[in-house]
Structures are given as C-alpha cells and as structure tokens.
C-alpha cells in the first residue's frame, strides 16, 4: 500500500498577523514565499467595560470569519 507524505508543493507558506485590542482587531494574511499581503482587515468592537463581554465578541468575530477559518 502507497501512502503519499505532504510535499514541498502541498505546503501552504502563509503567516497570519493578528493584532488585538480593547476597540478593534486586525488581521493580515502574509504569503512568506512573495512577501505579499493576501488579505488584509479589521473589526471595531463594541464599546464595553466587561472584559468578558470583549472576550466573546473577539471569538465570535473569529468563528464568524471564513478566511480566519481556513488552514
């Protein structure tokens, strides 16, 4: 039986570049391979106090977000 191993070809060379505070987050998507940005963007959040209330809104945006989703 021939199993086939991930080669160079099938790797993905992408960073993701995440930047995080109490009133937006943004992201990037960097090929390492070019150097070039693929995909570039940003969330406000809402204004709260409630570190809790941020805390699910950030994971939510997350899960809510395909390119964030992808491998």
Same mark, same amino acid.
């Given at each position: 039986?021939?199993?086939?191993?991930?080669?160079?070809?099938?790797? %993905?060379? @992408?960073?993701?570049?995440?930047? @995080? !505070?109490? !009133?937006?987050? !943004? +992201?990037? @998507?960097? =090929?390492?391979?070019? =150097?070039?940005?693929?995909? *570039?963007?940003? +969330?406000?959040? %809402?204004?709260? =106090?409630?570190? =809790?209330?941020?805390?699910?809104? *950030?994971?939510? +945006? @997350?899960?809510?977000?395909? *390119?964030?989703?992808?491998?």
């Amino acid at each position: 039986m021939l199993t086939s191993s991930p080669t160079i070809l099938d790797k %993905k060379y @992408i960073k993701l570049i995440l930047q @995080i !505070s109490l !009133s937006e987050i !943004s +992201f990037c @998507i960097l =090929n390492t391979l070019s =150097n070039a940005v693929e995909t *570039i963007g940003n +969330f406000t959040l %809402k204004k709260s =106090n409630n570190l =809790n209330e941020i805390e699910e809104e *950030i994971i939510s +945006f @997350i899960r809510k977000t395909p *390119i964030l989703q992808s491998k």
